[in-house]
């Protein structure tokens, strides 16, 4: 496999995924103190340190306070996106799928009540915001805005203004890809960090977006709209299997 960013290395490239582990769980500035202390690492805090001061350099960390520990940027995420969750086997516990297979069939054969239930269920599964559309039509689905600014990225306001604006024109921002987006990507799901996001309209937050069959021939999409500091391989892993169990079924 090739590694987009394999010139880190190899505890370089262990140190920033274990800092972007911990900020995942708490929104909070890591340090190499932090480091020390989890056991991960059988060396010095000043080796670790050392370490963050080169990732800092090549751009995968920032620090916000002089004193304070660091924060994965853009660029972390895009290689932890690369080449940390795309090795795992982005399997969801038993009983999402379960809930995720019942939600398909709550829908019948209505192609705007599955992307309705779907999207239902995997909003609450994932605490994300959810959209869902479908090809060649108006019509679109949104769910999860309350959820999402229960995380403590959107206290900020400005951050929260951008996400609730982006929420109420999500259609407008959409029609500008919508018909490359069905043309030109296949059915793996593609993630967006940041200003990688083709839409627009949030610079902050990482896209996850899928396309998919359903019922009479018709083409779906859902879109997963969270924090950077999201769980990848918990979310990658919803809607993938949303949208496999969708395209056995309704295969064109």
């Known amino acids: 496999m090739t590694l987009r960013h394999a010139c880190l290395p190899a505890r370089q490239a262990k140190v920033l995924a274990e800092i972007i582990s911990k900020h995942i769980k708490t929104a909070e500035p890591v340090s190499s103190k932090l480091l020390v202390t989890s056991r991960v690492f059988k060396v010095s805090s000043a080796t670790l340190r050392n370490e963050m001061n080169g990732?800092?350099?090549?751009?995968?960390?920032?620090?916000?306070?002089?004193?304070?520990?660091?924060?994965?940027?853009?660029?972390?995420?895009?290689?932890?996106?690369?080449?940390?969750?795309?090795?795992?086997?982005?399997?969801?516990?038993?009983?999402?799928?379960?809930?995720?297979?019942?939600?398909?069939?709550?829908?019948?054969?209505?192609?705007?009540?599955?992307?309705?239930?779907?999207?239902?269920?995997?909003?609450?599964?994932?605490?994300?915001?959810?959209?869902?559309?479908?090809?060649?039509?108006?019509?679109?689905f949104k769910i999860g805005l309350s959820g999402l600014m229960e995380f403590p990225e959107f206290r900020e306001f400005d951050r929260m203004f951008q996400l609730t604006s982006f929420f109420d024109h999500f259609e407008?921002?959409?029609?500008?890809?919508?018909?490359?987006?069905?043309?030109?990507?296949?059915?793996?799901?593609?993630?967006?960090?940041?200003?990688?996001?083709?839409?627009?309209?949030?610079?902050?937050?990482?896209?996850?977006?899928?396309?998919?069959?359903?019922?009479?021939?018709r083409l779906g999409s859902m879109t997963l709209v969270g924090p950077m500091r999201m769980d990848y391989e918990k979310n990658i892993g919803l809607i993938k299997y949303a949208a496999d169990e969708l395209n056995k079924i309704f295969s064109i």
Do not use: W
Request: proline letters at 4%; a negative charge; one cysteine or more.
């Open 55 to 140: 990732l800092e350099e090549l751009g995968y960390l920032v620090q916000l306070h002089t004193s304070g520990g660091r924060v994965p940027t853009d660029k972390a995420y895009r290689f932890y996106v690369d080449n940390i969750v795309v090795q795992s086997d982005l399997d969801i516990a038993d009983g999402a799928k379960k809930r995720i297979r019942s939600a398909i069939a709550n829908g019948g054969n209505n192609p705007r009540e599955i992307n309705k239930t779907v999207a239902k269920t995997i909003s609450d599964l994932s605490d994300q915001l959810i959209f869902t559309n479908i090809f060649e039509s108006d019509d679109c």
């Open 172 to 217: 407008t921002l959409f029609d500008r890809i919508k018909k490359d987006f069905f043309e030109e990507q296949d059915l793996a799901p593609n993630v967006f960090i940041g200003r990688e996001n083709p839409m627009g309209g949030i610079k902050n937050e990482a896209v996850i977006t899928v396309k998919y069959n359903l019922p009479h021939r």
